[in-house]
């Protein structure tokens, strides 16, 4: 039960994601969020909404192994691993920050779901 309530946490955080890559990238509010000049976020806008598609794409897998309860064990485990080691690069590559918005929220929900909370 906790393990699948952080598992949706994890995928809605990935949906909040995806709306802030896609959709606010070039916004004050993207900016602020990912610490973005108003000239950047334009020159990089179609990458980030790239990168937010496949954001979406961690989330949907999320979505469904939900959607397949107990036998979706395995097809969370992976998204999540997807994520953690995501989150990891982007921690390494672009900022601490990461690392606590993606990897620990993914990496508690594997543990949770290995545990059988």
């Known amino acids: 039960m906790i393990g699948n309530i952080l598992v949706g946490l994890v995928a809605l955080i990935h949906c909040y994601i995806v709306y802030l890559e896609m959709v606010l990238w070039d916004t004050p509010r993207g900016h602020k969020a990912f610490g973005l000049t108003p000239e950047f976020a334009s020159a990089s806008k179609v990458l980030a909404a790239n990168q937010g598609l496949y954001n979406g794409f961690l989330a949907a ?27 990891l690069y982007g921690a ?19 543990l949770a779901l290995w545990f059988g909370l």
């Open 61 to 87: 897998g999320l979505f469904w192994g939900l959607y397949l309860g107990t036998a979706g064990f395995q097809v969370k485990m992976f998204f999540l691993l997807c994520v953690a080691i995501a989150g």
């Open 92 to 110: 390494a590559t672009v900022g601490r920050k990461i690392l606590y918005i993606q990897t620990v929220p993914a990496v508690l929900a594997i």
